[in-house]
């Protein structure tokens, strides 16, 4: 897990989709709960996300301190939808396991692993491991990996 | 010459059976591993499903970006390979020096531990 935050500090994690910007759901209510004004993340998280095809989901950890002001880390896409997109599908299978959905290559994991790398939390990890973890999630999702 | 007619005689056999050095002379033995390694691919496996060239489209979200393009096969590192080799995979577990070894050992470890606590059985 991610260092503890002090005394009140509230960590809250979302999935927000690049580029957009305060909609009631997913921001909204999180944020507002903990005294957060949902259009100053907003402004910053799409600032920050700039360069980031639009629509895809960002997992972001908001830490809020007791004075209410807050700090944000953005983190590379989520696996699967790494996973799904480089296969072509939507989505995941219903039965992973003993239903497969696509194939990907060797190829491709490595390359999402490259990506997975740059991400704070991975990057102590050997090239090595995290793809081996890739392969894993791409067994939950149903997508069989091939040379 | 000897060594043209038994090679057709043998058309298995790779060792060259020169009169003058003995098949255990290190240079033959040199020799003969070179050759060997070129008869087979160099990695002795299956070549990828991707060719070299052909880009891994859905990879790439950023918007200046674009989505990588395979390399030729020898240019990905070694391991990639060993990857879905489960025997090769499960090996790691039983050489001391490897991290999944002791993590194997410990989780059985703890296994052991939990069993000797059940206090229902």
């Known amino acids: 897990m991610s260092k503890k935050p002090q005394a009140a500090d509230a960590l809250v994690r979302i999935l927000v989709a690049a580029g957009k910007a305060s909609p009631s759901p997913p921001v909204g209510p999180a944020l507002g709960a903990r005294g957060v004004k949902s259009m100053d993340f907003c402004k910053q998280f799409n600032d920050k996300t700039k360069h980031i095809v639009p629509e895809t989901p960002i997992p972001t950890v908001i830490t809020i301190k007791p004075d209410r002001t807050f700090t944000f880390v953005t983190k590379t896409p989520p696996t699967t939808f790494l996973l799904k997109r480089a296969a072509g599908i939507t989505k995941g299978a219903q039965t992973p396991g003993t239903e497969v959905v696509a194939k990907l290559s060797l190829k491709h994991v490595y390359e999402i692993a490259k990506i997975k790398q740059s991400d704070g939390n991975l990057k102590h990890l050997s090239l090595e491991s995290i793809c081996g973890s890739i392969i894993g999630v791409a067994k939950s999702v149903g997508i069989q990996i091939v040379q | ?121």
Request: aromatic content about 6%; proline content about 7%; some cysteine.
């Open chain 2, 1 to 121: 010459m000897i060594c043209t007619l038994t090679r057709s005689l043998q058309p298995v056999r790779r060792v060259l059976l020169t009169p003058r050095i003995s098949q255990f002379h290190s240079a033959t033995i040199i020799r003969n591993a070179e050759k060997d390694t070129a008869a087979k691919p160099t990695t002795g496996r299956q070549p990828s499903s991707v060719p070299k060239g052909q880009t891994l489209t859905g990879i790439n979200f950023l918007k200046d970006g674009k989505d990588p393009v395979a390399l030729d096969d020898s240019e990905y590192p070694d391991w990639l390979w060993d990857l879905l080799d489960e025997k090769k995979q499960k090996q790691k577990t039983t050489k001391p020096n490897n991290r999944q070894y002791h993590r194997k050992k410990n989780r059985e470890g703890i296994k052991a531990m939990n069993f000797m606590k059940d206090k229902k059985n």
